[in-house]
T-cell receptor, first 115, second 111 residues
């Protein structure tokens, strides 16, 4: 079946512009996660959705970052007034919500470059 | 807070060599431990996992044992192939669902 998809795959934007990143989870996966991976570093957790509610937003780095999810489907991560330090690969993952041991299935990521 | 420290790379090996990637963790409670792998041009995928102390996860010839006494989850493979060239990430997860990842170790296997 189809995996997690993300769009765009690459995004180059000027500092100060807003960007929207999209994630389509695996059908039937009610849990959805966003992570950020800066060059040479591990993944940083950003936000977790269960259905369309976000019980854990603890990883969002500033109020310029926001995310929403429509039902148990598509999620968008929005970064307002982008800064150069926002340049990273943004990864989305989804899973069944049975417990913390469940595998998270990752999308290919969106590479964001802020110039 | 919870964190994972893994061996820095890059690691370069010849085919059929033995591979070890060290991973240690700091966490309260009883986390689950994971190894994820990212092959060139592909997304992250789960390689193996262990959910409690002394459990051994295994897949594709890779193994890792959850050692609570040393807070470690080292990844091993006895005979690597060129197709094992990838970036390997150690991670831990707890009841709050989010995963904490190490920085990743790039492994290159030469024929």
């Amino acid at each position: 079946g189809a995996g997690v998809s993300q769009s765009p795959s690459n995004k180059v934007t000027e500092k100060g512009k807003d960007v929207e990143l999209r994630c389509d989870p695996i059908s039937g996966h009610t849990a959805l996660y966003w992570y950020r991976q800066r060059l040479g570093q591990g993944l940083e957790f950003l936000i977790y959705f269960q259905g369309n509610s976000a019980p854990d937003k603890s990883g969002l780095p500033s109020d310029r970052f926001s995310a929403e999810r429509t039902g148990e489907s598509v999620s968008t991560l929005t970064i307002q007034r982008t800064q150069q330090e926002d340049s990273a690969v943004y990864l989305c993952a989804s899973s069944l919500p049975k417990g913390p041991d469940d595998e998270q299935y990752f999308g290919p990521g969106t590479r964001l470059t802020v110039t | 807070g919870d964190s994972v420290t893994q061996m820095e790379g890059p690691v370069t090996l010849s085919e059929e060599a033995f591979l070890t990637i060290n991973c240690t963790y700091t966490a309260t409670g009883y986390p689950s431990l994971f190894w994820y792998v990212q092959y060139p041009g592909e997304g992250l995928q789960l390689l193996l996992k262990a959910t409690k102390a002394d459990d051994k996860g295994s897949n594709k010839g890779f193994e890792a044992t959850y050692r609570k006494e040393t807070t470690s989850f080292h990844l091993e493979k006895g005979s690597v192939q060129v197709s094992d060239s990838a970036v390997y990430f150690c991670a831990l997860g707890k009841n709050d669902y989010k995963l904490s990842f190490g920085a990743g170790t790039t492994v290159t296997v030469r024929a």
